[in-house]
């Protein structure tokens, strides 16, 4: 640890556990805040629900590190929440996988006002433990302006919101305005790297409400955003053009530009999210809408090919090219309903349609195979996701044992979901049959490569068009038996109209209060886990880096659905549901005022979990290839049930905030997460896999889903503010993490390392604030890879938890109206 990191540490630890006598009135906000999320009929507070929950503000939002996306947000806010900044060529550095505990993005639901937000068309591919292959909401496409506050319930809750909440429920609750708004306009990029800035930045939110009738709100948000790419690439080394005849190496060798001829990393995007809330009271009735629409363009570099090799030709690019994946997105979702009262009854109907639809391409690329004639642009295929869900929920509170309140929930819910994608330009991926003619190097008479360089392809045969519904029903009960003890008990049954069947999940919960500042809770549940249409369904053709032999190399592989003939015949078999089992004990404090902290301990027991195979290849793997019309020198890969797991952690979050006299009101927050994952059981290897002496999941991949991300992470955080000012310092501490090959010799391990982010605001009037900060202020990156490297890859492990690109400054306006 750093003198710094152990001078912060110190002193935040001093403060925030300094004595009563010293707090003051003003801390307590988050305290008695009241959430709506985790108990389906009563609002309760934050200490005083009987699951872990954290509140986020909107203003937090706002003012986290020069309007950062919402999933790097909840990052730096939340202990057990974590968002990967992935080093990929394709639409993960994008829609980047980000989990809940542990687990992944599709076993965290998100809801927006309650309300069942759709998921993305994206999957998360190559990601380890973090939904690998699940297409889970995408949470960078909410405007971060019509945010009022976001609930996080860190707790398995299936039983009461439904599949998919296995780790947890994030709740995005919209602003409600009726008057006033307010303007964001954030600049910013990242430090110098090699002498050269990149990743500029440029983001404006606004959002204003409008008042209608006697109490009829209108809420209008924007956020719009354009980004440079950010790269961290090194020199490509090795020969680069054909020898010249006699053996002689071709002088332009030595005057070659050779640095970042790589261009994977964070992309060039343009995108821009609008959102619309509206209510207003009619006959008694509380009728409400809400809407958000998103575009979103994205170009993301791939690797160098090299001019001498069978992936190029010269006549189209003499000096070799690096192709780029490109993405245009659109999304939208609108929900409408009504609320009131009936026979003593709350009632709550609703109906929520959202889509999201993604083209995607590949420029300037070539299809080898084609000759001299080929495109150098692709439309490689579109992919889609939609979902229609509608809901009856009913609650009301009664009187039970002489007097004491029992809060009855009920509801139903039907849901439809349909998933699709459709393979683009015949180009992409038609095998030509252009052959290098005599003279050219070394490639005279060899055919060349087949599809668009720098894509990922579909074919007609991968196609997919999968849809189910979903229909389901539950109650959830919560008793006050005492002033000081809570017992709640929920119940939902599910049935799928496809192969995942039905189920009945079930959760108790419990909290007792010792007294005025301890309080005991516990949870005990168990969930389910549909395959999601895009595990059952994905196939592709795309190009990945992996380490052979000590070396970074590129393979072509192959993703194939369960059912298809190459999926059979390599032993896949149809996917069934993942099922869990939740576990979780916790203590609630609030010895004085200003201070609170609450400590959670859990296991999630995660059966038949959904993983990728590791790559499948070998002389048994290319006679499938060919007997199914594919190209030989294909690596496989499929969807399987593969693993059980097991994870267990433990949650720290604590805050303490007191007036210091004239001299302002400090706050300090600390959140800790200790998490860690174990392999308690492997899918029997199928015959078909052995009888080719290969294995099913493989020693990397068992590495990806145990020890692809930290075990620790810690956050500590100060804000003072005084007259004007504003002071906000942030310490993140985040532990090692191994990235692990099917060769023990060329596992790569990566040290813990503390972040620095620091800023300063200024209200310049009532209406016009200033800020300026820095995230990542010292330029901490993670620790270089140890192998080999000849394609210029940024040297960094790329599945760092903090990224591989360094700090980043900017500055921010606001105005408010």
């Not at 929950?53 to 974590?82: K, Y």
């Not at 994008?94 to 993005?105: E, K, Q, T």
């Not at 549909?530 to 000590?550: E, F, K």
Request: charged share 20%; aromatic share 10%; hydrophobic share 35%.
């Amino acid at each position: 640890m750093t003198k710094r990191s152990l001078f912060l540490c110190s002193s935040l630890a001093g403060l925030v556990l300094a004595s009563s006598a010293a707090a003051q009135e003003g801390g307590a906000e988050s305290v008695s805040e009241v959430v709506v999320t985790g108990s389906r009929g009563q609002a309760r507070t934050v200490v005083s629900s009987p699951a872990p929950i954290d509140v986020i503000s909107g203003e937090q939002l706002e003012r986290l590190g020069g309007a950062a996306p919402l999933r790097d947000a909840l990052t730096q806010l939340i202990p057990s929440f974590q968002a990967q900044t992935v080093g990929s060529s394709s639409w993960d550095s994008l829609a980047r996988p980000a989990g809940l505990r542990g687990l992944g993005g599709v076993h965290v639901l998100v809801l927006v006002d309650g309300k069942r937000r759709h998921n993305s068309s994206l999957l998360n591919l190559n990601t380890g433990n973090l939904s690998n292959g699940g297409n889970p909401v995408d949470l960078d496409l909410i405007p971060s302006s019509a945010i009022s506050r976001i609930e996080v319930l860190r707790d398995g809750a299936a039983a009461q919101y439904g599949s998919d909440a296995i780790a947890g429920v994030i709740n995005v609750i919209l602003r409600k305005d009726r008057d006033g708004g307010r303007l964001n306009v954030n600049a910013g990029q990242r430090f110098s790297y090699n002498g050269v800035s990149d990743g500029e930045t440029l983001q404006a939110d606004l959002f204003h409400g409008f008042a209608f009738g006697e109490d009829g709100f209108a809420t209008v948000a924007l956020d719009a955003k354009t980004q440079h790419d950010s790269l961290r690439g090194v020199d490509l080394t090795g020969q680069l053009y054909f020898a010249l005849p006699g053996g002689v190496a071709d002088p332009r060798e030595a005057t070659a530009y050779r640095y970042q001829l790589y261009r994977g990393g964070l992309p060039k995007t343009k995108a821009a999210n609008l959102s619309l809330n509206v209510g207003q009271t009619l006959g008694g009735a509380e009728v409400y809408g809400s809407g958000t629409l998103s575009f979103r363009d994205a170009v993301v570099g791939q690797g160098f090919r090299r001019p001498n090799s069978n992936q190029n030709l010269l006549q189209l690019y003499p000096d070799g090219f690096a192709p780029n994946y490109t993405l245009d997105e659109l999304d939208f979702q609108t929900t409408a309903g009504a609320r009131w009262e009936a026979g003593g009854w709350n009632l709550d109907l609703s109906t929520t349609y959202g889509r999201n639809r993604v083209d995607h391409g590949s420029s300037n690329t070539l299809n080898a195979s084609l000759g001299p004639t080929s495109p150098t642009e692709f439309h490689t295929f579109r992919s889609t996701f939609e979902q229609w869900t509608t809901n009856l929920d009913l609650n009301r509170e009664v009187e039970v044992f002489g007097g004491r309140p029992l809060t009855l929930a009920a509801g139903a819910e039907y849901r439809w979901e349909h998933y699709e994608t459709k393979a683009g330009d015949p180009a992409a991926y038609a095998a030509g049959n252009y052959v290098y003619p005599a003279g050219y190097g070394n490639l005279g008479g060899r055919a060349a490569s087949v599809g668009a360089q720098g894509a990922v392809i579909l074919t007609p045969a991968d196609e997919a068009d999968v849809s189910r519904a979903n229909y389901a029903a539950y109650v959830d009960l919560s008793l006050d038996v005492t002033d000081r003890f809570l017992v709640a008990a929920a119940g939902r049954y599910e049935d799928y109209d496809d192969a995942a069947g039905d189920v009945l999940s079930g959760k108790l919960s419990a909290r007792y209060e010792f007294n005025d500042a301890v309080a005991l809770r516990a949870t005990v549940s168990n969930g389910f886990r549909a395959p999601s249409l895009s595990q059952s369904g994905y196939a592709q053709t795309a190009n990945q880096a992996n380490i052979i032999n000590g070396v970074f190399t590129f393979v072509e592989s192959k993703t194939v659905r369960p059912d298809s003939p190459v999926g059979q015949a390599l032993g896949a078999q149809p996917l069934k549901p993942e099922k869990s089992t939740n576990y979780s004990v916790g203590l609630a404090l609030t010895p004085f005022t200003g201070f609170s902290a609450t400590v959670d301990a859990y296991r999630i027991e995660l059966r038949d979990r959904i993983a990728l195979t590791g790559l499948l290849s070998g002389t048994g793997v290319a006679a499938v290839l060919a007997r199914n019309g594919f190209p030989t020198n294909l690596s496989v890969r499929y969807f399987a049930n593969a693993i059980d797991t097991n994870t267990k952690g433990v949650d720290v979050v604590a805050s303490y905030a007191h007036e210091i006299g004239d001299l302002g009101r400090l706050r300090y927050t600390l959140g800790f997460n200790w998490n860690k994952t174990t392999i308690a059981g492997i899918a029997p290897n199928p015959p078909e896999l052995a009888g080719l002496g290969l294995t099913l999941f493989d020693r990397q991949q068992q590495g990806s889903a145990t020890r692809s991300t930290p075990r620790t992470k810690l956050l500590l955080g100060a804000e003072w503010t005084y007259d004007r000012w504003r002071v906000n310092l942030r310490e993140s501490r985040y532990g090692k993490f191994d990235s692990i090959n099917n060769n023990p010799a060329f596992d790569q391990h990566y040290g813990a390392k503390w972040l620095t982010d620091l800023e300063v605001g200024y209200e310049v009037s009532d209406r016009i604030s200033v800020a300026v900060g820095a995230n990542n202020i010292f330029d901490v990156y993670p620790d270089r890879n140890t192998v080999a490297d000849t394609n210029g890859f940024a040297p960094f492990g790329g599945n760092s938890p903090f990224g591989v690109y360094g700090g980043y400054y900017y500055g921010r306006l606001t105005v408010n109206f």
